[in-house]
């Protein structure tokens, strides 16, 4: 079943702005990570928060952890172009095997 | 350095076909896995190895058997392949979790399958 809801399905702004992405999920997890997708490539890892956590930064990414509310939320500030690509959430569910769920992402188009 | 990679990048085949993709990675991981991505961009894990053992069988039809001849190489072979198998797969690869609960996957870089 799927765990990770990312909201937007598509956002586009113009450079400089920031971009925030929401994802839902409906069981308890060890952690959220976070993954980019360049048009026509694999899946790059951004950042990783543990249900422990309720906030952690990566350079431009804020990433928040609502376990109350099973929803998370990526921030990417000062957007660039090269930041266009497909994010997408996944959670590692707790006392589940080593998978991880992922959502349908969400399309971010960074305008220059 | 690849870190994880796949052959072919792309593959065009006829329905009832048999065929393979292959993947390595050179990580040193343990776990290695196999998605496919569909049409509209969702993930679906299909299979996970961990040191050659197979952990993770997702209600994947028979006709797609993945082999894993050392923790190294996990390849994914298709039978009679329908239409509806096209999609990017992807191979990944990961150190297992434990009580870190940590899980990172590193990607590789995709084989298009098409079938006509």
């Known amino acids: 079943s799927q765990q990770g809801e990312e909201d937007p399905q598509a956002l586009s702004i113009q450079e400089g702005e920031n971009a925030t992405m929401n994802c839902s999920y409906k069981?308890?997890?060890?952690?959220l990570q976070w993954y980019r997708q360049n048009s026509g490539r694999g899946l790059v890892h951004l950042i990783l928060i543990r249900s422990n956590e309720r906030e952690k930064h990566s350079g431009r990414l804020r990433v928040t952890l609502d376990t109350s509310k099973k929803s998370s939320s990526l921030l990417i500030t000062a957007s660039r172009a090269a930041d266009t690509a497909s994010y997408f959430c996944?959670?590692?569910?707790?006392?589940?095997?080593?998978?991880?769920?992922f959502g349908k992402g969400t399309k971010l188009t960074v305008n220059p | 350095d690849t870190a994880v990679s796949q052959t072919p990048k792309y593959l065009v085949t006829q329905m009832g076909n048999d065929k393979s993709i292959k993947c390595e990675q050179n990580l040193g991981h343990d776990t290695m896995y196999w998605y496919k991505q569909d049409s509209k961009k969702f993930l679906k894990i299909m299979f996970s190895y961990n040191n050659k053992e197979l952990i993770i069988n997702e209600t994947v039809p028979n006709r797609f058997s993945p082999k894993s001849p050392d923790k190294a190489h996990l390849n994914l072979h298709i039978n009679s392949l329908e239409l509806g198998d096209s999609a990017v797969y992807f191979c990944?690869?990961?150190?297992?979790?434990?009580?870190?609960?940590?899980?990172?996957?590193?990607f590789g870089p995709g084989t298009r399958l098409t079938v006509l």
């Open positions: 996944a959670t590692d569910e707790w006392g589940g095997s080593e998978k991880l769920v």
């Open positions: 069981t308890s997890i060890n952690n």
């Open positions: 990944a690869s990961s150190q297992p979790s434990g009580r870190a609960s940590y899980n990172e996957q590193f």
